[in-house]
């Protein structure tokens, strides 16, 4: 695995995600209004629509979730409307404040407990049980020892019935091919930098680690866990411009390519790379 970002500083993720939380734009309503947060909501699944399926809100109805990086809390709202008993981890300031506010807003403080962590050093935050479900969604690439998270997890958080459900970037993917012809203009020596700085909506993400099947099943295998499933899924359709202003104009090629190769493509060089997992013990054998 890359260790490009292992000397970049905790406060430095911190600060970056504090100046624009994630999903922050998806409305132009009043920030914290019901109708800001019903916004982000609907353009968050409209966008990436096989986040619900992955994460399986419903599955969880009465079981413990520990939520790894909840943002502005999209999830953890599914999962406490489900009926889940979720302790939302985020290391940004700005991100728990909005997420607290949107519980509020949907009556659901009793079902979440919100803690300000970083998630390399969990267990001086969140005290040490296992939970039903350890779920992290495009967060564990932004941590500069994303080991040192799945350590933590394994360690303090997981019993033997533990799922563990992650979303990571993927490195064969049509963004790291389109990073690499016009940001890195083909020079494959700066493409890591390159594509931690354009992971993202706002430039100067300043750590972003993407995977490999292969690479993510070795991690998982490194920290105590084995791959049950996993699949590959999202790629950006549309025209920057326009989608900032909350119009959807694909580009080229996308406009013109049929649904079925377009899910085709996503499957084989989307962005996001989803996998689920269990505690490892004694004879269990990877997935292939």
């Known amino acids: 695995m890359s260790t490009a970002f292992t000397n970049t500083s905790i406060d430095a993720v911190r600060e970056y995600w504090n100046r624009r939380p994630c999903n922050l734009r998806h409305s132009p309503a009043p920030v914290g209004s019901r109708e800001y947060f019903d916004e982000v909501e609907a353009r968050k699944y409209f966008v990436e629509p096989h986040i619900p399926a992955f994460a399986d809100h419903a599955r969880w109805s009465g079981k413990r979730v520990l939520e790894i990086g909840c943002g502005l809390g999209t999830d953890t709202m599914n999962f406490a409307r489900a009926g889940a008993y979720v302790t939302a981890v985020d290391l940004s300031t ?9 519980a509020a807003v949907y009556g659901l403080t009793n079902r979440i407990t919100f803690i300000e962590a970083n998630a390399e050093r969990l267990n001086e935050f969140v005290p040490s049980e296992p939970y039903d479900l350890v779920y992290s969604f495009g967060v564990i690439h932004h941590s500069p020892r994303p080991g040192a998270v799945l350590d933590q997890v394994r360690r303090y958080y997981t019993g033997p019935d533990t799922t563990l459900k992650l979303m990571v970037y993927h490195w064969r993917s049509w963004k790291v091919l389109a990073i690499l012809l016009t940001e890195a203009r083909g020079a494959f020596w ?18 972003t680690y993407t995977y490999t099947r292969a690479s993510l099943r070795e991690m998982l295998a490194a920290h105590g866990f084995v791959a049950d499933e996993m699949f590959v899924d999202h790629i950006f359709p549309y025209r920057v411009a326009d989608y900032v202003q909350y119009r959807y104009v694909k580009t080229l090629p996308f406009r013109y390519l049929p649904s079925a190769a ?3 493509l996503e499957r084989r060089l989307g962005w996001h790379l989803c996998v689920t997992a269990h505690p490892s013990s004694a004879g269990a054998e990877p997935a292939r």
């Open 262 to 264: 377009m899910r085709g």
């Open 94 to 102: 700005r991100s728990l404040e909005l997420a607290r506010q949107r």
């Open 190 to 207: 700066r493409l890591e930098k390159a594509v931690a700085r354009h992971s993202e909506a706002q430039t100067g993400c300043p750590v």
